[in-house]
């Protein structure tokens, strides 16, 4: 069965830390990936997306994720957080051309000052 | 331009019970999916309409019905409600018939009692 796995559930790290969520997915066919963030009272918000080309793509609020497709990972980065960042953050893969998406569990991330 | 709108914000209804959740989509966009995001879990599609019809399903039962109008605007339907129907219910729309980024709404939560 298809499924997307994020690898930690709660993250909690000081400012100016470096952050990297893990996001492996089970699909063997190809596949369009995202990360969103749902910041505390807010709604989804997208974060950045990958649909081909550079596997190194860049997002909003100085993210990046890098797209492994040996490893089927999509993993997200940012090199130092604010504490702005606390918030729940998804990885997503969409698996058909008709717009089905898979989403991860999600995983909360806690930024102290 | 309003994004993804979503009605009501909250609503609890007795087991066995009927409820219709609302949806209006971003300006432009024509799919609609709806998905359940149980607490601490990520969003779980239910089904998605395009073009008025239930284009596809996830593993919901029946109990869970949906609509969509001429103007996109889609309503989800749950009858014989059920204590593990409590949940936050998500909106989201795409253009291009789905397989592209979804924006999502503020969500409806559902509580069953």
């Known amino acids: 069965a298809q499924s997307v796995s994020q690898h930690n559930h709660h993250v909690i790290l000081s400012e100016a830390a470096s952050l990297e969520l893990g996001c492996n997915y089970s699909y063997g066919g190809t596949v369009n990936l995202f990360w969103y963030v749902q910041y505390p009272g807010q709604h989804l918000q997208l974060l950045l997306k990958y649909f081909s080309g550079d596997p190194l793509v860049k997002g909003i609020k100085g993210f990046e994720a890098e797209f492994i497709k040996s490893k089927f990972s999509f993993n997200l980065r940012k090199p130092s957080v604010q504490w702005s960042d606390t918030a729940e953050y998804f990885c997503?893969?969409?698996?058909?051309?008709?717009?089905?998406?898979?989403f991860g569990a999600g995983t909360q991330v806690v930024v102290t000052p | 331009d309003a994004g993804v709108t979503q009605s009501p914000t909250h609503l609890i209804k007795t087991r066995g019970q009927q409820v219709t959740l609302r949806c209006s989509p971003k300006?432009?966009?024509?799919?609609v999916s709806w998905y359940q995001q149980a607490l601490g879990q990520g969003p779980q599609f239910i089904f998605q309409y395009y073009e008025e019809e239930e284009r596809q399903r996830g593993n919901f039962p029946d109990r869970f019905s949906g609509h969509q109008y001429p103007n996109y605007s889609s309503e989800l339907n749950v009858n014989a409600l059920l204590l593990g129907d409590s949940a936050l219910y998500l909106c989201?729309?795409?253009?291009?018939?789905?397989?592209?980024?979804?924006?999502f709404g503020p969500g409806t939560r559902l509580t069953v009692l």
């Open positions: 300006s432009g966009h024509d799919t």
């Open positions: 989201a729309s795409s253009q291009t018939g789905g397989a592209d980024t979804q924006y």
């Open positions: 997503a893969v969409l698996t058909d051309s008709w717009g089905k998406f898979q």
